[in-house]
């Protein structure tokens, strides 16, 4: 042998069919810097029978929308740098909106790019906004736009064929799952089955809501919470506040019995057809049919009381009338009375004497 090699080359052979790079070095194009020697690429992702090898992921970027642009290709030194994962800020305030994204044209087809919302702050993906030169609009589910909430990261995609960006999902840092804003969600005829909790929230009047197919039920949530309304074509039938149950339509009970306390005793039941009671104290205090109204235990009017309504009514009266304190003791000489009641006849007092 001539003798041992100066140096030996370790590093792990490329793959020639599967060579990738970042390059986030480059001062111009994305091309910069690249040569076609390995010993001189030292930025390239390591693969093995054309499968990536070791870890792979992203620098994080925190990056602040100017008047509705969301530019990947800005940092501090000006250079095109590969962008997967962005933390976006607001221009001023705690909300903003990206009305399109910019990265001067170099977008690689089907790209994903994930954003998420700096804590205490609120984005708004504008939904198909105005867009010129190299910018790209994006598009919401629902062609509405996507509201992202503080802490939580949403994905896009590059449709490199409508050269546009397409929002795809949400998922909160609190593990849930989010729809856009008034975004529909079609299930295709299948139910939605075990949700332990339904969280209805809207800022403005009636914006808690779920609505059933035309002509179906509406469930509104007024913005307080206070008064939970149910309508049937567009007609409220109840609804319910925080004091009270108001109800506009006809109560069909299949049941027999109404419970008023929370020890059942107090009752307003219907045992037959054409019948109902009234008890208290676990027994019926009041019985009406559609002949006759039993009353169980004393029985007070208050105020004046009529007892028919023509002269042809009978009243029986099974007992003793007793007209306490409806009298005059006062001395008569009419027959040596004792006095006398004073009972009202067609209007007019007349004296019924006693002895």
Do not use: C, W
């Given at each position: 042998m001539a003798g041992l090699p100066k140096s030996v080359n370790t590093d792990t052979p490329i793959d020639s069919h599967f060579l990738s790079y970042v390059n986030n070095l480059s001062t111009g194009g994305n091309t910069t810097n690249i040569t076609s020697s390995k010993d001189t690429i030292?930025?390239?992702?390591?693969?093995?029978n054309g499968i990536f090898n070791g870890a792979f992921g992203s620098v994080g970027h925190a990056l602040t929308i100017s008047s509705g642009e969301l530019d990947l290709t800005a940092n501090a030194t000006g250079a095109?740098?590969?962008?997967?994962?962005?933390?976006?800020?607001?221009?001023?305030?705690?909300?903003?909106?990206?009305?399109?994204?910019?990265?001067?044209?170099?977008?690689?087809?089907?790209?994903?790019?994930?954003?998420?919302?700096?804590?205490?702050?609120?984005?708004?993906?504008?939904?198909?906004?105005?867009?010129?030169?190299?910018?790209?609009?994006?598009y919401c589910p629902g062609d509405t736009s996507y509201v992202l909430a503080p802490n939580e990261a949403v994905k896009l995609i590059y449709d490199p064929v409508n050269t546009i960006w397409i929002v795809t999902g949400n998922a909160s840092s609190s593990g849930g799952v989010t729809n856009p804003v008034n975004a529909s969600l079609d299930l295709g005829g299948n139910s939605i089955q075990k949700v332990t909790t339904l969280f209805l929230n809207g800022d403005t009047d009636n914006a808690h809501s779920?609505?059933?197919?035309?002509?179906?039920?509406?469930?509104?949530?007024?913005?307080?919470?206070?008064?939970?309304?149910?309508?049937?074509?567009?007609?409220?039938?109840?609804?319910?506040?925080?004091?009270?149950?108001n109800l506009f339509t006809h109560l069909t009970m299949?049941?027999?019995?109404i419970y008023l306390d929370s020890d059942i005793d107090t009752t307003i039941h219907s045992n037959t057809d054409d019948s109902i009671q009234i008890g208290t104290g676990?027994?019926?205090?009041?019985?009406?049919?559609?002949?006759?109204?039993?009353?169980?235990?004393?029985?007070s009017t208050?105020?004046?009381?009529?007892?028919?309504?023509?002269?042809g009514d009978s009243i029986t009266l099974n007992g003793l009338v007793n007209f306490a304190n409806n009298y005059s003791a006062v001395s008569q000489t009419a027959g040596n009375s004792t006095g006398y009641i004073t009972v009202l006849i067609g209007g007019s007092a007349k004296k019924l004497y006693y002895y």
């Open positions: 030292k930025q390239y992702v390591k693969t093995k095109v740098v590969v962008r997967r994962m962005i933390q976006v800020n607001p221009e001023s305030s705690t909300s903003d909106t990206i009305d399109k994204i910019e990265s001067n044209g170099l977008e690689l087809p089907y790209q994903e790019l994930t954003l998420i919302a700096t804590t205490n702050n609120t984005i708004t993906l504008a939904h198909a906004s105005s867009v010129t030169g190299t910018q790209k609009n994006i779920i609505q059933g197919n035309s002509g179906g039920l509406d469930y509104n949530v007024d913005n307080t919470d206070e008064t939970h309304d149910f309508k049937i074509n567009g007609i409220s039938k109840f609804n319910v506040t925080n004091s009270q149950v299949s049941g027999n019995t676990g027994s019926v205090r009041m019985s009406i049919g559609n002949t006759s109204t039993i009353i169980t235990n004393a029985f208050l105020g004046n009381s009529t007892l028919g309504d023509s002269a």
